[in-house]
């Protein structure tokens, strides 16, 4: 089973375990879906990668077709994964002024603990690291507010 379908089989196993019980043989089915899932993202990736401009770098190049690869892995996995039954919920309004910590708290009382809780507080990190870069101080104004 390649990593596609094994990864299909572990949401699924989450989602609906109903289902996963329900087939005469599941590591032939998400095997079979893997590979299904795998040539898909083969022929979609061509039109994703695009062509190599003249002055691109070695870096530039590879960033380009890693970038296409996921691109197409999120396009592809998006049509074989369980519908979600919970709606994400929505950020609250004033989202963008918000401080760095009401986001934090906001993100870890909202969205359950595991990956995608991880994942948002990774991305909230690295905007407020960026925002610290772009601003060239060493700290974010945001978390430092004077009473």
Known sequence: MNKYGAML???WEIADPKFVQSLNDPTAHFSQLGEQVSEE???LLPSLEGTDPAEETYLEKVGRLSAAK????????AEYQPAS???????????????????ESW???NIPAGEEQQQM???????????MIVMGASYDPQ???QD
């Open 9 to 11: 089989r572990r949401q």
């Open 41 to 43: 993202i083969l022929e």
């Open 70 to 77: 996921l691109q197409a892995e999120e396009i592809v996995l």
């Open 85 to 103: 039954d919970s709606p994400e919920p929505d950020e609250p309004e004033g989202w963008d002024s918000m401080p760095h910590d009401q986001q």
């Open 107 to 109: 993100i870890r009382e």
């Open 121 to 131: 507080l990774k991305d909230l990190e690295s905007r407020r690291l960026d925002r």
């Open 143 to 145: 978390d430092h507010e």
